[in-house]
């Protein structure tokens, strides 16, 4: 009996031909269509768009087969694009809805399906349980309608177009392009094999800026790296940084959604640094003011900016279907997360990795500093924090065991503080009394333990993490 299909923190994904099949993928098609026919909503479109992994374009085709069939008007990227690209073409076609066929930064095998709503965001919990109560049905039944692609394109309920210069038009209203063009930067982009290949060199050239592009062919088997932006995954681009005079380098996982930072030194930036430079930009470079909406998996320095510069600070479960419609609800200024993922006002409410990375290289033209002397800047401002995150692979097995010791440990203090109080709306969130923090909690999407921590000393981070690794049974 084929598994039932569940949506994570960020859409479902699977094991390529074991779990993610053409057929799974059908009944997925199948249940959106139902879902919006029911909703009233198949008279507006649905987008459908794909990244570079492993047979993504004909996943994309048979999903936009079935959808077509159903009488919904299909909207097909020509060719593959980021996520971000894709989530705007939404909202530029004022479409109902799109399905985007990736695993985002997941390994190789991987494949995966996002949804997302008119808007163009990640769809909210009470509705991906709708959705996913529609694709089941047709997994109950097997009952799926197809119409060949060929045919559904020549009668025109299937439409392929080009996503990228309504995206493109679009962020030259966010930050001035041309400005970027002629600051003289030199950026070193890891496109990591992914989506968001080409993207800055584009934008970009046509100035005394200089773009030198890394792992930027298409590449299924993402060799000698897991296309996910974080330190241990960057070494050549930090080993490139740290070679040449390069002013700062950029990454994009396998989606472009997420960034990652490398300073003039070849030293990764956290995603905690990055998240709080981004929103120190905003509110101080900028100008701007709103609201700050943060995961729980973010750093405690956006707290203190928001008491700064007097904007408010909104904490959500980890996932952009919790972020979007807070950031709508509060007219946010920008929303993010640990993972590397950050939206903005006035733009897509969804997580923009090309967007961060022209909104960090602005605010480095514009403050006249280095990635790292802005880490200074930065923590001149809210004091020094220092972060870091592990994964733990377990045997899926094992999850209930590890959960059960995990929820049996209520500490008084933890390395000598306080515990301040602990939240357990998204795992096991223990605040300490001087605002160090650690997090347990597991990964929506893989057969992973995710250990966070945050606090004034690397090696306290350390001792914080081992913590984590203790209360949950699963090594030092």
Not at 71 to 83: M, N, Q
Not at 235 to 243: D, H, V
Not at 267 to 285: A, G, I, M, P
Not at 425 to 449: K, M, Q
Request: proline residues 4%.
């Amino acid at each position: 009996m084929t598994a039932a299909i569940r949506f994570g923190t960020d859409g479902w994904r699977g094991i390529i031909a074991e779990d993610f099949t053409f057929e799974n993928v059908r009944y997925c098609a199948q249940g959106v269509a139902d879902f919006l026919n029911a909703s009233g909503l198949a008279q507006k479109g649905l987008v459908v768009g794909y990244d570079k992994r492993f047979a993504s374009e004909d996943f994309a085709a048979a999903a936009a087969e079935v959808v077509a069939a159903n009488g919904v008007k299909v909207y097909l990227c020509e060719e593959s694009a980021p996520t971000p690209v894709i989530s705007y073409a939404i909202l530029h076609r004022d479409g109902a809805g799109g399905i985007i066929i990736t695993a985002s930064h997941n390994p190789r095998s991987w494949n995966g399906l996002k949804y997302r709503g008119a808007q163009g965001v990640a769809a909210p919990p009470e509705t991906l349980v709708k959705l996913e109560d529609s694709i089941n049905r047709s997994q109950a039944t097997g009952s799926v309608r197809r119409r060949a692609l060929e045919e559904a394109t020549a009668e025109g309920t299937i439409e392929v177009f080009d996503p990228a210069p309504s995206y493109l038009g679009q962020i030259g209203k966010l930050v001035d392009l041309e400005a970027l063009r002629q600051s003289g930067l030199k950026i070193m982009v890891d496109s990591m094999f992914g989506a968001g290949a080409g993207y800055f060199a584009t934008i970009l050239t046509g100035g005394t800026a200089q773009i030198t592009e890394l792992h930027g062919e298409r590449n299924p088997f993402f060799p000698g790296i897991r296309p996910e932006p974080i330190a241990s995954n960057l070494s050549e681009l930090c080993a490139r940084l740290k070679e040449s005079d390069a002013s700062i380098g950029l990454a994009t996982d396998g989606d472009a959604d997420r960034i990652g930072i490398v300073d003039e030194n070849g030293v990764y930036l956290t995603t905690q640094q990055v998240f709080s430079l981004l929103t120190l930009y905003l509110l101080e470079v900028r100008g701007q003011h709103g609201a700050i909406v943060r995961t729980i998996t973010s750093s405690a320095m956006l707290d203190r900016l928001g008491q700064l510069y007097d904007a408010p600070v909104y904490q959500t479960p980890v996932g952009f279907k919790y972020v979007a419609p807070k950031m709508a609800t509060e007219d946010a200024l920008v929303g993010g997360e640990e993972s590397g993922g950050y939206a903005y006002r006035g733009h897509v409410l969804e997580r923009d990795g090309i967007v961060s990375g022209l909104f960090f290289l602005d605010l480095m033209a514009r403050m006249k500093m280095s990635p790292s002397e802005l880490v200074q800047y930065l923590y001149g401002k809210v004091g020094a924090h220092y972060y870091d995150r592990v994964d733990v692979r377990f045997p899926a097995e094992d999850r209930k065991a590890i959960a059960s010791r995990i929820a049996g440990h209520r500490p008084a203090s933890i390395e000598n503080t306080a515990v301040a109080r602990i939240d357990t709306e998204d795992g096991y969130h223990f605040v300490l009394a001087d605002n160090s923090w650690l997090l347990v909690r597991f990964s929506g999407t893989e057969p992973l333990l995710r250990i966070y921590a945050e606090s004034d000393s690397p090696e306290r981070v350390a001792r914080l993490l081992s913590e984590g690794r203790r209360m949950a049974g699963v090594g030092s």
